[in-house]
């Protein structure tokens, strides 16, 4: 079956500390996407990579780190610098093609105390 | 600021009835994509709308693309306890950029 994958489901990290979560996906899909919801609010973008070796900030990248050196992944770090990290993280997946739809992963819940 | 709307920003539904939830956007977008979350879930595609007018159904739900492609609309007839979750759009503005809407969460009364 092909989809994303997304682990853990649930992280719990002291402030001070990166954390890394994980995306893979075995769609054969060029372009991956992490976004972050908060409760009550939509999708928020990342950071996204439509080819390996390749990355762009989205509307929230400060304080994230991503790195693309295999198609199938797409980490996402937290780092200390990322002011409010607690929140639910979805990656997501599509065909290169601009208008495609997402395929998401079961999402990342992050808290940091 | 946020470029797509939607309302309502909650919709409390008895079971079997109707209801709409509205997607506008301040300006032109070539696509609009709605999705679903159910609680405790991740968004699920539902359906893509490209061209000017159209109208496409699943079953109860009906989509439909405005005039101007600046507003969608989704319609959920005789309304039932699966319904329940918050239903997304997302548009592709002009610089190719998908915007997301904040949601409508439903929550259905038996």
């Known amino acids: 079956d092909g989809g994303i994958t997304q682990s853990p489901k649930y992280l719990f990290r002291k402030e001070g500390q990166n954390v890394t979560l994980s995306c893979e996906q075995n769609l054969n899909h060029d372009a991956m996407y992490w976004y972050r919801q908060d409760p009550g609010q939509g999708l928020r973008l990342i950071y996204y990579s439509q080819i390996v070796n390749d990355f762009q900030k989205g509307d929230i990248a400060e304080g994230y780190s991503v790195s693309r050196e295999k198609k199938e992944s797409f980490p996402l770090t937290v780092t200390s610098a990322q002011k409010n990290p607690t929140a639910f993280y979805l990656c997501a997946s599509s065909i290169a093609d601009r208008d495609s739809p997402l395929h998401f992963g079961n999402g990342t819940r992050l808290t940091v105390t | 600021g946020q470029q797509v709307m939607q309302i309502p920003q909650y919709q409390h539904v008895q079971e079997g009835e109707d209801f709409t939830t509205y997607c506008n956007s301040s300006t032109t977008l070539s696509n609009i994509q709605w999705y679903k979350q159910r609680p405790g879930g991740h968004p699920v595609f539902l359906i893509q709308?490209?061209?000017?007018?159209e109208v496409k159904k699943q079953k109860r739900l009906t989509f439909q693309f405005g005039e101007a492609k600046k507003n969608s609309s989704l319609h959920i007839t005789a309304t039932q306890t699966t319904d329940v979750g918050t239903y997304f759009c997302?548009?592709?503005?002009?610089?190719?950029?998908?915007?997301f809407g904040a949601g409508t969460q439903v929550v259905v009364t038996p």
């Open positions: 997302a548009g592709t503005d002009s610089w190719g950029k998908l915007q």
């Open positions: 709308l490209v061209k000017s007018g």
